[in-house]
């Protein structure tokens, strides 16, 4: 079964502060991979999408890296604000156009003051 | 444009009570979908349709019901509800459903089952 497992599960950080979140995925074969941004009480909306041949991409203060060889991504905030404070969710879409999504559970990010 | 809208925001059932939740986009988007996200897990499909009068069933269908008379509306329908369908609802639309496509979410559905 394709899996998407995300880490931590949930952080703390102090405004300012830079913070990196983790993604791990098992889904063979593989198309791309969105982060998405939830606020709370909000549907997702994305963030970045990577293909198989990126590497890094960046959306103002957020960076998302792939290693498609190792199935790992990472999505580092620099310079958090308040207003970053959601759940992050890591999103991969298989090869085959069978509309099967695989979904991490997220992190939850809180930037105190 | 006002995206995906759905209906109602917030709901509570009796177990065996059925209802209608309700989904919209504007942006004439072929593929439209339904999700739950229950806490500590990923958001799962319900329910998907790539077109009018085309629907299938995702990972977790269940106990829910849908159908697709125009493109702009994707309704969702509890038949029998139980405690197991407390849960998030959220409706998604794609332009084709394509493995490239971005899918937009709407607000949700905070729905209790007592």
């Known amino acids: 079964k394709n899996q998407v497992e995300q880490s931590p599960q949930s952080l703390i950080i102090l405004e300012g502060k830079n913070c990196t979140l983790q993604?791990?995925?098992?889904?063979?074969?593989?198309?791309?991979l969105r982060w998405y941004k939830q606020d709370t009480g909000r549907g997702p909306v994305s963030l970045t999408i990577m293909t198989f041949s990126e590497n890094t991409k960046s959306n103002g203060r957020y960076t998302a890296t792939l290693d498609a060889d190792t199935k790992q991504s990472s999505l580092h905030i620099t310079a958090s604000q308040l207003s970053d404070s959601a759940s992050y969710i890591c999103?991969?879409?298989?090869?085959?156009?069978?509309?099967?999504?695989?979904f991490g559970a997220g992190t939850t990010v809180t930037v105190r003051a | 444009n006002a995206g995906v809208t759905q209906t109602p925001k917030f709901q509570v059932l009796k177990t065996g009570q059925s209802m209608t939740l309700q989904c919209a986009q504007d942006m004439n988007h072929e593929y439209m979908s339904w999700y739950r996200q229950d806490p500590g897990m990923g958001l799962r499909l319900i329910h998907y349709?790539?077109?009018?009068?085309?629907?299938d069933q995702g990972e977790v269908p269940n106990g829910y019901n849908v159908s697709r008379s125009t493109t702009e509306d994707f309704p969702l329908r509890l038949l029998s509800a139980a405690p197991s369908q407390t849960s998030v609802y959220f409706c998604?639309?794609?332009?084709?459903?394509?493995?490239?496509?971005?899918?937009?979410f709407g607000p949700g559905t905070r729905l209790t089952v007592l």
């Open positions: 998604a639309s794609s332009p084709t459903g394509g493995v490239l496509d971005e899918q937009f």
């Open positions: 993604c791990n995925y098992t889904v063979s074969p593989f198309s791309n």
């Open positions: 999103v991969v879409s298989p090869g085959s156009n069978d509309y099967k999504l695989s």
């Open positions: 349709s790539v077109g009018a009068g085309i629907t």
